[in-house]
């Protein structure tokens, strides 16, 4: 598959449209930016990673507060480089921090996602998510 301009793009949207989904709670939509099989590894604040595998598993931790820890807050995404995989696949890095939503919008944490994104079912949806957080949520 030749990766286009188009597919970059779409690459751009999937991304923001998944913290769009987490932060306003549409579990459906977080559902469609997950390939079925997907992969996500959570690395925070230098403890041991913590693994998830298949999408409904990772659905399951999203929409159980797993990422919010009590803390409300929302994400926001920046220094995002789409990359050609030579497999014909699309990755991507980006830079993510986390903002309070308690009144006092302070920086909660900040990380690193590295994306190795799949073209499913007609559209391109995260195949492998690895994060890296330095955060204060607890």
């Known amino acids: 598959m030749k990766v286009t301009a188009a597919d970059r793009e779409a690459a751009r949207n999937l991304i923001a449209r998944q913290k769009f989904c987490i932060d306003d709670d549409e579990v459906a939509g977080v559902a469609q930016c997950w390939a079925s099989n997907a992969r996500l590894e959570l690395h925070v604040n230098g403890a041991p990673p913590r693994v998830i595998e298949g999408r409904d598993t990772i659905l399951s931790f999203r929409t159980s507060g797993g990422t919010r820890n009590g803390h409300p807050h929302i994400h926001l995404i920046t220094t995002l480089e789409i ?47 690895t994060v890296k957080i330095t955060a204060n949520f607890g």
Request: aromatic share 14%.
């Open 83 to 129: 990359i050609d995989r030579e497999d014909g696949g699309l990755g991507a890095e980006s830079y993510c921090a986390y903002l309070s939503t308690a009144g006092d919008f302070q920086v909660l944490g900040y990380g690193r996602y590295s994306d190795i994104l799949a073209f499913e079912d007609g559209a391109w949806r995260l195949q492998s998510r």
